[in-house]
């Protein structure tokens, strides 16, 4: 079975399967050292750049900015979501998310 994984309106949207899932303007907490100097990250999302699967995981890469110091950059492949029979479940929006790359800061 395909999945079809599509970045729309300009990194505003995740479609899964000509569906749209997730959106930018969420607060994310990151587990990152590597993103800026918190402890945990709390990450505005403003733009998704890519997405991607890895086994059954649905992936994404995101531009955003730490609410508590500043920083900003684009995150290394974070877990958005697992597809299931064919179906997207998203992950608790709550969790903690790892990011399975470096990060990117500018």
Same mark, same amino acid.
């Given at each position: 079975?395909?999945?079809? !994984? ?7 949207? !995740? ?20 993103? =800026?100097? =918190? ?26 900015? =730490?609410?508590? =110091?500043? @920083? ?14 064919? /179906?997207? @479940? /998203? ?16």
């Amino acid at each position: 079975m395909t999945t079809r !994984l599509r970045v729309l309106d300009d990194g505003a949207w !995740l479609s899964i399967n000509d569906t749209r899932e997730v959106r930018v303007s969420e607060l994310w907490r990151l587990e990152s050292s590597d993103f =800026c100097d =918190c402890d945990l990250v709390d990450l505005v999302v403003e733009n998704f750049q890519t997405i991607g699967v890895d086994g059954s995981t649905v992936e994404t890469r995101v531009h955003g900015q =730490c609410i508590a =110091c500043g @920083a900003a950059g684009t995150t290394g492949w974070l877990p958005v979501g697992r597809i299931r029979d064919g /179906e997207f @479940a /998203e992950f608790d929006r709550s969790s903690v998310r790892r990011s399975r790359t470096g990060i990117h800061r500018r």
